[in-house]
Antibody, heavy 122, light 110 residues
Framework: VQLVESGGGVVQTGGSLRLSCAAS????????MHWVRQAPGKGLEHLAF????????YYADSVKGRFTISRDNSKNTMYLQMNSLRPEDTAVYYC????????????????WGQGTLVAVSS | QSVLTQPPSASGTPGQRVTISCAGS????????VNWYQQPPGTAPRLLIY???QRPSGVPDRFSGSKSGTSASLAISGLQSEDEADYYC???????????FGGGTKLTVL
């Protein structure tokens, strides 16, 4: 199993970036997928998730209305379109595979990508 | 301010047993399972414990997890230098309808 993020970089306040998460080694269309970020020296923050078929999406309040999660199961890839970026969005962005336990709320992240750095300059 | 509350730091000497606590509420830990992640410096998080007390393949049995009511704990016995890392608890939050993390605990092996 491998998850590889790409698309990070330096962008000015108010700008946009699209992150990608390329998956391999498992049936991508069978798993919900999540984005988690970590600001420099800070803890983990859950941002968004998308159901296995893309029909369900969730966003944390901190990014709602600015970020859009999507996936293309034919390409085994998940995306995060980030608009109206702010300096506080500066972080390493990880994608992670959601593995369900006894129910969807008992899931966990067994696999993580290596992360991609987004830096928003003011 | 994280939804789940962890102590910011913990420490121990090699061979010692340390525990890290994680406090939540009825909307998260009280009603759902708890997971723990280990993050050595400069690396991505790694799943350490899932479903309160289960270890993924490859995680040593020195690591154990437990849950009681709205709190959970991670115990590390026979502390080793390579255990020095940040540790995060996580659980689904029914009010937020999404996963939440603790603020993380930095473990130092003295």
């Amino acid at each position: 199993v491998q998850l590889v993020e790409s698309g990070g970089g330096v962008v000015q306040t108010g700008g946009s970036l699209r992150l990608s998460c390329a998956a391999s080694g498992f049936t991508f269309s069978g798993h919900g997928m999540h984005w988690v970020r970590q600001a420099p020296g800070k803890g983990l923050e859950h941002l968004a998730f998308i159901g296995y078929d893309g029909s369900f999406k969730y966003y944390a309040d901190s990014v709602k209305g600015r970020f859009t999660i999507s996936r293309d199961n034919s390409k085994n890839t998940m995306y995060l379109q980030m608009n109206s970026l702010r300096p506080e969005d500066t972080a390493v962005y990880y994608c992670a595979r959601w593995d369900s336990g006894a129910n969807d709320h008992s899931g966990y992240y067994l696999y993580w990508g290596q992360g991609t750095l987004v830096a928003v300059s003011s | 301010q994280s939804v789940l509350t962890q102590p910011p730091s913990a420490s121990g000497t090699p061979g010692q047993r340390v525990t890290i606590s994680c406090a939540g509420s009825t909307s998260n830990i009280g009603g759902n399972t708890v997971n723990w992640y280990q993050q050595p410096p400069g690396t991505a998080p790694r799943l350490l414990i899932y479903s309160n007390s289960q270890r993924p393949s490859g995680v040593p049995d020195r690591f154990s997890g437990s849950k009681s009511g709205t709190s959970a704990s991670l115990a590390i016995s026979g502390l080793q230098s390579e255990d020095e890392a940040d540790y995060y608890c996580a659980a689904w939050d029914d009010s937020l309808n999404g996963p939440v993390f603790g603020g993380g605990t930095k473990l130092t092996v003295l």
